[in-house]
């Protein structure tokens, strides 16, 4: 079944990316632990829900991922997005070397952190969940969040300029 991502992600306040795949020893490991620790954030009093994972599938074809992705209770980017650029660039943005990786973001697609793969095994109870930088978790904490979302667009838009003009230099140094 298809899902909008808004849709599939609304009312989330943490969504984990997850990059396995089916022939992969340490991710067919650790995939177990994921769904126990998911069910275990779901099912939390006052946090019901709020967190969410979307499988980018690195299984070789379609049969073997629709088997793996069998065993998981959350979302899977499609296949043919997740083996393909998109599924890559997201793979870039995050810094992911291997698999399984799982990378968490907010709600509003600030990164809390790359290292959930190594944070799940070292916090099974999810008391430090979701690992937020002390500063990160201190300016979620008490600024609004429209707040953030403004500044987050004006950031973005600033980078972007930025960026623009330091491709239109490097292009004319050639």
Same mark, same amino acid.
């Given at each position: 079944?298809?899902?909008?991502?808004?849709?599939?992600?609304?009312? =989330?306040?943490?969504?984990? %990316?997850? *990059?396995?795949?089916?022939?992969?020893?340490?991710?067919?490991?650790?995939?177990?632990?994921?769904?126990?620790?998911?069910?275990?954030?779901?099912?939390?009093?006052?946090?019901?829900?709020?967190?969410?994972?979307?499988?980018?599938?690195?299984?070789?074809?379609?049969?073997?991922?629709?088997?793996?992705?069998?065993?998981?209770?959350? %979302?899977?980017?499609?296949?043919?997005?997740?083996?393909?650029?998109?599924?890559?660039?997201?793979?870039? =943005?995050?810094?992911?070397?291997?698999?399984?990786?799982?990378? %968490?973001?907010?709600?509003?697609?600030?990164?809390?952190?790359?290292?959930?793969?190594?944070?799940?095994?070292?916090?099974?109870?999810?008391?430090?969940?979701?690992?937020?930088?002390?500063?990160?978790?201190?300016?979620?904490?008490?600024?609004?969040?429209?707040?953030?979302?403004?500044?987050?667009?004006?950031?973005?838009?600033? =980078?972007?300029? *930025?960026?623009?003009?330091? =491709?239109?230099?490097?292009?004319?140094?050639?």
């Amino acid at each position: 079944m298809e899902h909008y991502t808004n849709e599939a992600l609304s009312g =989330k306040k943490v969504i984990g %990316l997850y *990059f396995s795949a089916d022939w992969c020893g340490p991710c067919q490991q650790f995939t177990p632990e994921l769904v126990s620790f998911y069910d275990r954030m779901n099912q939390r009093r006052g946090q019901k829900d709020q967190f969410e994972v979307i499988m980018i599938s690195r299984c070789r074809d379609v049969d073997s991922h629709y088997q793996y992705f069998s065993k998981m209770p959350w %979302l899977a980017m499609p296949i043919e997005e997740a083996t393909g650029e998109r599924g890559q660039l997201l793979g870039e =943005k995050y810094g992911v070397q291997g698999i399984p990786s799982l990378v %968490l973001i907010d709600d509003l697609g600030q990164t809390i952190t790359t290292d959930g793969r190594n944070k799940i095994p070292a916090d099974k109870a999810g008391i430090g969940f979701p690992w937020r930088n002390p500063v990160s978790q201190l300016y979620s904490t008490l600024v609004p969040r429209s707040l953030r979302m403004m500044v987050k667009l004006q950031v973005d838009t600033i =980078k972007t300029k *930025f960026l623009g003009k330091i =491709k239109k230099l490097v292009g004319m140094g050639r």
